[in-house]
């Protein structure tokens, strides 16, 4: 092929199209189509970048062909180009719409002459929306007028250069200037180099568009000044490796607004897009740090696919795995992870993005399970719940764990510890039994608290007897009261106090303060030995006289077995009144008017009064 006469040099960073463009404007002819056609080059495979069409043009112009080829993209296959060594695909690579730099066109012009102005290949990168060198927005060619042909640059810029806006200014981002310094084969030494182009822009605008607009935006809703901050937010985040990416999602999650957590509903068209690319080994590099994060900060059970790969072993549970795994009522796992939540400062409202870590809270999960709420622990040591609250309110017993909201459960192996804490002196054979009891009647004989009766029984010097069958709690086994009064040191009153009188005679609070008030009862004002404060006891003698002269309403109904009303009509209708005391009162009778109606009834119709006499 005949080597032409009139022919430019070949400018930094220019693709063959665009040598070729410049060389039919030289050569004055109006279209590059016409150019080739007349020299004999292969227009269509020179924009395909096809090799042969190159070393044609090499010869024909005169300049070495790996240097026409270097900055000429190639189609690879349907969705890749190569450029320079990197590959390109239809996201990261705009062939649509030629843009330029103005700035970087006059220059031409000024340095070298009209048949200077060239093109640029990083112009073409569709992350690179800034000029590196004059920190200005690259501009859009108009399109180009049939047949003016889309890649015939010179003719395009010879056209257009006129009349170009001035560009807006604008610095051009950390990420802009990595891209067009990597497509000039110049490297940084960070570790996305050993990652393909296409793969490093598409990752870190994706990843940019996440962090700084959220799940709920995609990138084709954005603006290309957004999108260029965007990318650059996502690139400064990868230069930091698996840690920085790892902490980009890790601000995501703790940010994310979704009402159901996950990453896919945290991550949108990011995880999206990384599922899609989950088979490609191109993408392995990014998508291992990725996958490597959800397995650990999401709750993926063993043997879940994400990302392409099965997890080895699950490190995370969210509320309902853990209610599952560890037998654990679904309305206390949710309690216990509100106060988790609150701890690590998650608002309630988001509590269930809380998650369980296999590793540190396994065996905690496992004591709640074991362990017995309020009312199962206050039947295994044999009490109610309330008696069972002083106990848990005082040291003797300590809970699995103290949350916020959350209802202490209490491990079997420390209630039954605090049982047989109970237990170091049974009685010996042949012990007088009428000096043992239940703990609820030795406490009524010793006026002592539960509390203080279970600390005298730890010191091991009150006597016990365990029961025969079953198993030994505080409503089984029965416990010396003379021992407990004994150890408690303390001059006990004796007699009843107002509350045994309101049992035994079976009347109201009111009842008994009248009878104190008129003397029908005699007590005698003591301090109690517990709290130190005055009350009345009332000894046994004083009770037996006025059972020898009264006999009350509420007596007569227990014993008979009735309603007290029921006995009430029938003594009215016998002619047998009460006292005439008011009606805030209980009803009392005196005895010997019951006896002589009781004498003077026919048998079928006498009531059993003799049992209030030998109840007496």
């Known amino acids: 092929m005949t080597r032409l006469a009139l022919t430019v040099a070949l400018m930094p960073f220019e693709p063959a199209t665009s040598f070729v463009s410049r060389l039919a404007s030289l050569n004055g002819s109006p279209y590059v189509q016409d150019f080739c056609s007349d020299v004999g080059l292969n227009w269509k495979r020179l924009v395909g970048g096809e090799a042969q069409a190159l070393a044609e043009l090499s010869e024909l112009a005169g300049v070495e062909a790996d240097a026409l ?35 970087c066109l006059r220059e031409d012009v000024r340095t070298a002459g009209p048949y200077a102005p060239h093109c640029r290949m990083r112009w073409q990168v569709a992350q690179l929306r800034h000029c590196p060198d004059h920190d200005v927005e690259l501009t859009a060619l108009p399109e180009a007028d049939y047949p003016r042909h889309a890649s015939d640059f010179a003719a395009r810029v010879r056209d257009s250069l006129a009349g170009l806006r001035a560009p807006a200014h604008g610095k051009c981002t950390r990420f802009e200037t990595w891209l067009a310094r990597r497509l000039g084969g110049c490297s940084d030494g960070t570790w996305l180099n050993r990652i393909d182009f296409d793969v490093v822009t598409c990752f870190c605008e994706s990843l940019g568009v996440l962090m700084v607009h959220g799940a709920g935006m995609r990138r084709e809703n954005l603006s290309g000044a957004q999108l260029s901050y965007a990318a650059d937010q996502g690139f400064q985040a990868c230069l930091s ?121 396994s065996d905690f999960l496992r004591d709640i399970a074991r362990g017995l709420r309020r009312k199962k622990a206050g039947e295994y040591l044999g009490c109610p719940p309330c008696t069972f609250d002083k106990i848990a309110a005082s040291d003797l017993i300590t809970p699995t764990f103290k949350l916020d909201g959350f209802t202490e459960s209490y491990p079997r192996e420390e209630l039954q510890r605090l049982l047989d804490s109970c237990l170091h002196a049974p009685a010996g054979e042949g012990c007088d039994r009428s000096d043992y009891a239940t703990i609820r009647d030795s406490i009524r004989m010793t006026k002592l608290s539960y509390i203080e009766t279970i600390r005298l029984l730890q010191t091991g010097s009150a006597r016990h007897i365990a029961p025969v069958r079953g198993r030994a709690h505080f409503g089984s086994f029965l416990v010396n009261w003379r021992d407990l009064k004994a150890l408690a040191g303390r001059d006990w009153p004796e007699g009843y106090s107002k509350r045994d009188l309101k049992r035994l005679l079976r009347v109201n609070d009111p009842t008994i303060a009248m009878l104190t008030r008129e003397g029908i009862l005699l007590g005698e004002t003591v301090r109690c030995a517990r709290n130190g404060l005055r009350m009345t006891t009332f000894s046994q003698r004083s009770f037996n006289r006025f059972l020898d002269s009264y006999v009350t309403l509420g007596c007569l109904a227990h014993q008979i077995g009735t309603q007290a009303k029921h006995v009430s009509s029938k003594l009215e209708r016998l002619g047998i009144d009460p006292m005439p005391f008011p009606a805030r009162y209980s009803k009392i009778y005196p005895r010997a008017v019951i006896e002589d109606a009781y004498c003077e009834c026919a048998e079928n119709d006498r009531l059993k009064l003799l049992s209030v006499v030998s109840g007496r």
């Not at 320079?84 to 030629?98: I, M, P």
């Open 69 to 103: 080829a270097r900055f000429t993209v190639r189609l690879v296959d349907s969705r890749h180009y190569e450029l320079n060594g990197e590959t390109l695909t239809a996201r990261c690579f705009t062939r649509s719409r030629q843009l330029v730099c103005p700035e």
């Open 241 to 361: 490796g698996a840690e920085g990416i790892s902490n980009a999602l890790s601000d995501i999650q703790k940010n994310s607004g979704s009402e159901r957590p996950g990453y896919y509903t945290d991550f949108g068209p990011f995880a999206r897009w990384m599922t899609h690319k989950r088979n490609c080994p191109r993408h392995a590099p990014l998508i291992d740090i990725v996958r490597n994060y959800i397995w650990s900060h999401y709750p993926i059970d063993k043997g879940e696919v994400v990302l392409g790969q099965p997890c080895p072993k699950r490190q995370l549970h969210s509320a309902p795995s853990a209610s599952q795994e560890y037998g654990i009522m679904g309305g206390r796992i949710y309690a216990i992870q509100r106060a988790f939540a609150a701890r690590a400062g998650i608002p309630s409202e988001h509590s269930n993005r809380f998650y369980f870590d296999v590793d540190k809270h």
